[in-house]
Nanobody, 121 residues
Framework: DVQLQASGGGLVQPGGSLRLSCVGS????????MIWIRQAPGKELEWVSS????????FYAESIKGRGTISRDNAKNTLYLEVNSLKSEDTGVYSC??????????????WGRGTQVTVSS
């Protein structure tokens, strides 16, 4: 079975940084593009960032552009998201998902359990 597990969330002060990880199993991780999505309390799911299968191309939502870096280590079956200069509006549950193929033009076909990020003083 395909499994995706995010970790690395927690309570962070405004202006701080964090690094989220997502470990995939049950599929050939390096063959698929991956995505980070978040959901703030009372709000809809929001796309955060995507990365192609080799990591050659990365894409960011305007809300995180310039503050976030998505990366992957295919040897470790792990996806990362580093976010700096955190704001209260970054608070939410961050989840990872996989695309059906190596490019971000594909649809998503598997989602992982998220990790809570709370930005507060």
């Amino acid at each position: 079975d395909v499994q995706l597990q995010a970790s690395g969330g927690g309570l962070v002060q405004p202006g701080g940084s964090l690094r989220l990880s997502c470990v995939g199993s049950g599929f050939t991780f390096g063959d698929y593009a991956m995505i980070w999505i978040r959901q703030a309390p009372g709000k809809e799911l929001e796309w955060v960032s995507s990365i192609t299968w080799r990591g050659s191309n990365a894409f960011y939502a305007e809300s995180i552009k310039g503050r976030g870096t998505i990366s992957r280590d295919n040897a470790k079956n792990t996806l990362y998201l580093e976010v700096n200069s955190l704001k209260s509006e970054d608070t939410g549950v961050y989840s990872c998902a996989k695309y059906k193929g190596g490019a971000v033009a594909y649809s998503l076909d598997a989602w992982g359990r998220g990790t809570q990020v709370t930005v507060s003083s």
